[in-house]
Structure formats: structure tokens, C-alpha cells
């Protein structure tokens, strides 16, 4: 894709080459692109549907870890981390536009790698990229990714309205991202207490991947579409289980019952948590990025679904009053508590 090998400094292109030379290997694939980057604008005809957009901020060091995420691994979760957004509004993602900001280690070689990830993510999700921007920064690498969809206004799925006696539905499974994460800190710390000692991530290859390089959804919208079900409501799991069903239920001024013996975990993510001497229900509940999607649906569609073994019923909605609790496997009820991850913490 990028036949450069050596370190080109970004300074030799200026700003204006960099995005010229990022962008022409850009090939448009969405009728609804009419024109992409290398414009002041670009110019999208959703032919009378409703269009979504969506924003998230990758900052170096909050975000991400250099040491141990390869770059084309970065770029390829950066669109799926924005496109999951459009995803979660039962909604298509078509298009992203992608701004960098870049320190001064990083040649050209380093950015092409990192949006090489984005092409690949793009070219699998049939997503355009159709603009953005670039910058000298002084805090490490930016990646700023705005997200383009569109829908139908009747299909276009809310967070603020799921029903009582909703189905609570989660896709895949949980908590294993999170994991994936502690694993690859571990080794970090072990790497810079001795350097001479290699990464010990041998059979955890599940869980790595579900952190470095996560997938949005997409085939649940259309699995959805296909069975003739609308989610009631719906949102995806960026922050953990819990934070997530309590902005549903919040918005939705309602209360749920989550059911512990339920919840997916993949044996992968169960042994490590154990390992690690964390409960794999809380890591499930409170770990974020799995970038699975949560919804509701009404309990006539549960014919629809029941069989679909990638899609786990875990409770249901109840009137507000009742509050919002998790059923423990030994039958005990526990307030749910939003403990996700927090980027301002």
C-alpha cells in the first residue's frame, strides 16, 4: 500500500503533502459518497434518509500505549471504536473523516502504518474516508475520527426508549478486552523491570486481539434487520456492562434486572480473571471496550432470537421504582453501580 521504508521526516511533505500523500490510496466505495477528500468539503446524498454523525478522541497515553500497540492495530480500532457508534443507533456507517495530530517522532513511515490499520478497517466495513485534518502536536499522537451514517427514520434505535418488560440482549461476549489490557500491562511492567525478558502472551491471543484490535457490530444491525426486529433501545459497550444498561435505563426512566449466570465471558477471559485474582463478573460488568452492542427488545420478537448463539438474553426492563440490580448466580440482588472506566479520573 505504502512503499516507503526508511524515516522520511513529516517536515520533507508539509502539511499539505502529508494529507496528499495519505489520501491517494483512498478508494471510494459508498453511492452516497459524491465526493471525498481533496475538497474543502466533502459532499455525501443519503437520498432522503436520516443522517448520523459521531465523534471520539484517541489521545496517546490516555487512550492508548505506544509500548505495546502496534500502529496499524491503533488505526484499524480507531475507525471501529467511531463506527460502533453508528452501529449502536441501528443505523450504517459509510463514511469517516480522520484528523492526526503528531509529535515530532513520528516519520512519515510511522503514519502511514497507522492509517494503512484505518484502510483495512474502512475496506472491511465499507466505510469511505472522505476527509480530516493533520497537525503538529506536542502531546504525543492525536486521532481524532468523526463518524457518518445513515438510516431510516423508522429504524433509528434511542437509549431513552426501552419499555418494561424489554428483553435485555447483549452481542458476543464480555469483559474480555478489559483483560486483554491487564495482560499486556503486566508484561509491560515485567519488560521494563528486565528488558532481556520476552512477552509472555502465548494462548491468550483472544484477548489481546479483543483489545488491540476490537470489531464493531455491523453483522448484529443486519442479523437484526433480517429477523424483522427493531431494538427497543440500544447502545454500545464502551465503558462496561453497567454503566451502559444504567444510561438505558436512565434515559428510559426505568429499572432492570440483570442475571449474572447469564452474562457471556468467553473460558479465555474467565481463567485469566482467576489468574489474575479479579472476578470475571465484575470485569464483564466494569471493563469496557468490548464494543459489543446492548439492547432491549419487545418480549414478542424472543422467537426470533432464542437460537442465535451470538446474542445472550440477560434480563429485563421493570418500572423505575424497582430500581436497577444484579441477580447473583446464589440468588441475591445487588444494586448495579456504574463503574466503567473514566477518561477524567
Known sequence: MFENKERTDISNLGEFGLIDHL??????????????AGDDAAVLDFAGKKMLVSTDLLLE?????????????????AIQVNISDIY???????????SLGLSSKFPLEAVEELYEGMLIACKKYNVDIVGGDTSASKQGLVISVTSIGYAEDKDITFRNTAEEGDLICVSGDLGAAYMGLQLLEREKR???ENPNIQPDLEGKDYIVERQLKPEARKDIIETLK?????????????????????????????????????????PMTYDTARQFNLDPT??????GEDYELLFTI????????KNNPDISIIGHITEKSAGMHLVSKSGKVHPLKAQGWNSFG
Open 61 to 77: 497515553g490516555i487512550h492508548f500505549d505506544l509500548s505495546y500497540t502496534p500502529l496499524k492495530h491503533l488505526g484499524y480500532k
Open 88 to 98: 449502536a443507533m441501528n443505523s450504517i456507517a459509510s463514511q469517516v473523516t480522520v
Open 190 to 192: 515485567v519488560f521494563l
Open 23 to 36: 489520501v491517494k490510496n483512498i478508494e471510494l466505495s459508498n453511492s452516497t459518497t459524491v465526493r471525498g
Open 282 to 287: 465484575v470485569c464483564a460488568l466494569s471493563g
Open 226 to 266: 433480517a429477523a424483522g426486529i427493531k431494538p427497543t433501545s440500544m447502545i454500545d459497550i464502551s465503558d462496561g456492562l453497567s454503566s451502559e444498561i444504567i444510561h438505558i435505563c436512565t434515559k428510559s426512566e426505568k429499572g432492570c434486572n440483570l442475571f449474572e449466570e447469564k452474562i457471556p465471558i468467553d
Open 298 to 305: 419487545n418480549q414478542a420478537d424472543y422467537d426470533k432470537i
